[in-house]
């Protein structure tokens, strides 16, 4: 490594910094911003990053708090993605083992993206202090980026062309083991149908009327009957996001619904999308309303590169196993005592499935995930979705997870608000940003790698990545529906796979 001491030196940024980033985690949590609605969280990363020595830009991908920040010079160029939004009505006391919001009803980090965007801070200034060190060309690069739970910014970011001249990209997120993730997620369409009938009087003449709440339930029991003759894989959901209004003595005249369609491939999404979209309209014909249709958001499926999967198992073997402490270990207890016996077994099981059988018994008895558990090298699907799934597509990308609270904490739940503000999320989110560094400095010391990644992306996509986001369809416009989208209205970018 270019006459450096190996990992030591590699990660020794990380260590210098922690209390430090456990601040900024710590700050970011209490803001707790949702979607692209981020500022001060985005702030406050890159005004870390510039007082090291970045040069940010910021308004990435037409998203006012989506930025990059750079620092070095020449090839190989690596993305470090960072995410810092949080989730509607996940408010939880910090560290606390007992349901309590800070605020009713109001936002959390339940899926831990405060201690993401720091963890991958921390280790893109780790990454610098190599490369200054060792005298190596190279570029870090860290993306901020805003909007994962909500808003796909990533793909807009993406469709924008942010990612060019990047050889390939690394990133981590928050969990209850420690892995490196080599399993394909599910491509994801968001839309929003929106129905307009007439209003009228719903006693006195109710045959006036055209009933736009009629059309919104109709075309639910027309998905719920679809849900059955899709691939098993895909999922569909729905939240009605305008009911047309409480008076049960009105026709309602406008009503809207809120739609997923996931698949593990794009292509499957956009055939269950159409098929969704005749559902709508059915339900128009069948009501005498109008339907609009906008499609607002989309994700890739999630494409996971071997030569960094292999990379990232080595890295997470020498540096990244958490150093919990006893105290650690008795708060993860009492959390472990908040989960139902169901939500355990349902985590044990697909431990084994994904980590093994003998890892998942010893995460049966001990309330942390404590060591790496070995590389999946099998053909998995998870059910959930990730914009970085477009940037996988793009450039080839590797992924980690770090156990930042008890074995059996389920995402997006007030547990792991509470956890995300803990000791416990520290010790994984150091533990993290040890691992990237550390594979930072390998691609910087054997640029090789990055050439070897990028090969089998292009075998894998042929160089072309389809964005599933139209182009006339702009971040943050959750809701507007009007022209119901065209077959062939779908944004198409060719790459040439990372920096070539």
């Known amino acids: ?24 985690s710590d700050a970011i949590w209490r803001y707790a911003e949702t979607g692209f609605d981020v500022d001060r969280s985005a702030a406050a990363l890159r005004g870390t990053l510039e007082a090291e020595g970045f040069e940010a830009r910021t308004g990435i991908g037409g998203i006012d708090a989506a930025f990059m920040a750079s620092w070095g010079k020449g090839a190989p160029v690596i993305a470090l993605l960072g995410e810092y939004d949080a989730l509607p009505g996940m408010s939880q006391a910090a560290a606390s083992p007992q349901k309590a919001e800070v605020v009713e009803g109001g936002n959390g980090h339940g899926c831990g993206h405060n201690l993401l965007g720091v963890g991958s801070l921390g280790a893109a200034l780790a ?251 099998g053909d998995a699907l998870l059910p959930g979705s990730t914009d970085v799934g477009d940037v996988s597509q793009l450039v080839p990308t590797g992924q980690v997870i770090c156990a930042c609270a008890a074995f059996g904490t389920a995402p997006h739940t007030w547990q792991f608000t509470a956890q995300a503000a803990s000791s416990i999320g520290h010790a994984g989110m150091a533990a993290a940003a040890r691992v990237l560094a550390l594979a930072c400095a390998e691609i910087f010391a054997d640029p090789g790698i990055a050439e070897r990644a990028r090969e089998e992306l292009r075998a894998k996509t042929g160089g072309v990545y389809e964005c599933p986001i139209p182009d006339d369809i702009q971040p943050g416009g959750d809701g507007e529906a009007a022209a119901e989208p065209r077959s062939d209205q779908v944004s198409r970018v060719r790459s040439g796979i990372g920096g070539q």
């Open 1 to 24: 490594m270019g006459g450096m001491n190996g990992e030591a030196d590699a990660t020794a940024g990380v260590d210098a910094r922690l209390e430090g980033l456990c601040s900024l």
């Open 127 to 377: 990454a610098k202090d190599f490369l200054v060190a060792s005298g190596l060309p190279g570029t870090v690069r860290y993306y901020g980026c805003p909007g994962e739970e909500r808003g796909a910014g990533k793909t807009f970011m993406a469709r924008a062309g942010a990612f060019d001249g990047v050889d390939l990209a690394l990133t981590w997120h928050p969990g209850d083991v420690n892995s490196v993730l080599q399993a394909r997620t599910l491509a994801n369409l968001s839309a929003y149908f929106r129905f307009t009938g007439k209003a009228a009087h719903a006693a006195n003449a109710p045959h006036l009327g055209r009933s736009a709440l009629d059309a919104v339930e109709l075309m639910n029991v027309g998905a719920n009957y679809l849900r059955e003759h899709v691939i098993p894989e895909a999922r569909i959901h729905y939240a009605i996001t305008n009911p047309g209004g409480r008076a049960p003595n009105v026709v309602q005249d406008v009503a809207e619904s809120h739609y997923f369609c996931r698949a593990p491939r794009v292509p499957q999404a956009r055939e269950i999308f159409a098929r969704l979209c005749d559902v709508a309209r059915g339900a128009a014909l069948m009501t005498g309303t109008a339907c609009a249709i906008r499609l607002s958001e989309g994700l890739s499926d999630y494409l996971p590169n071997g030569i960094l999967g292999e990379l990232l198992q080595r890295c997470m073997e020498r540096k990244g196993t958490p150093a919990f402490s006893d105290e650690d270990r008795g708060l993860a207890r009492r959390f472990r005592e908040t989960f139902s016996p169901a939500e355990l077994a349902s985590a044990l099981s697909q431990a084994r499935h994904s980590q093994g059988a003998e890892l998942a018994d010893r995460l049966a008895g001990s309330p942390l995930a404590e060591g790496a558990s070995p590389l999946f090298r």
